[in-house]
């Protein structure tokens, strides 16, 4: 059974820094894109930041570029956002994903709430 289970969520000032994480297990990932997406109440979900599991390409959404930084421990199984100079509207439920041309999963989220 795959399973995406993020942690690292919490309540933090605008300026402050968290740490997301994202353990992977049930499968192997290799061909996979590692994805971190939000969503906001009321809002779309959208994406934040991607990194390629063989390659370690990474892509960035522009609200969060400069300050997140997607990253992957292939030992592990896991993927990180390192988010830095947090803002009100990073507020939302982040969410890991991986997915490829054959599948997509999802993880279950974790509340990141930035208080100004």
């Known amino acids: 059974q795959v399973q995406l289970v993020e942690s690292g969520g919490g309540l933090v000032q605008a300026g402050g820094s968290l740490r997301l994480s994202c353990a992977a297990s049930?499968?192997?990932?290799?061909?996979?894109?590692m994805g971190w997406f939000r969503q906001a109440p009321g809002k779309e979900r959208e994406f934040v930041a991607s990194i390629n599991w063989s390659s370690g390409r990474t892509y960035y959404a522009d609200s969060v570029k400069g300050r997140f930084t997607i990253s992957r421990d292939n030992a592990k199984n896991a993927v990180y956002l390192q988010m830095n100079r947090l803002k009100p509207e990073d507020t939302a439920l982040y969410y890991c994903n991986a997915r490829n041309h054959l599948f997509d999963y999802w993880g279950q989220g974790t509340q990141v709430t930035v208080s100004s």
């Open positions: 049930g499968r192997t990932f290799d061909s996979a894109t």
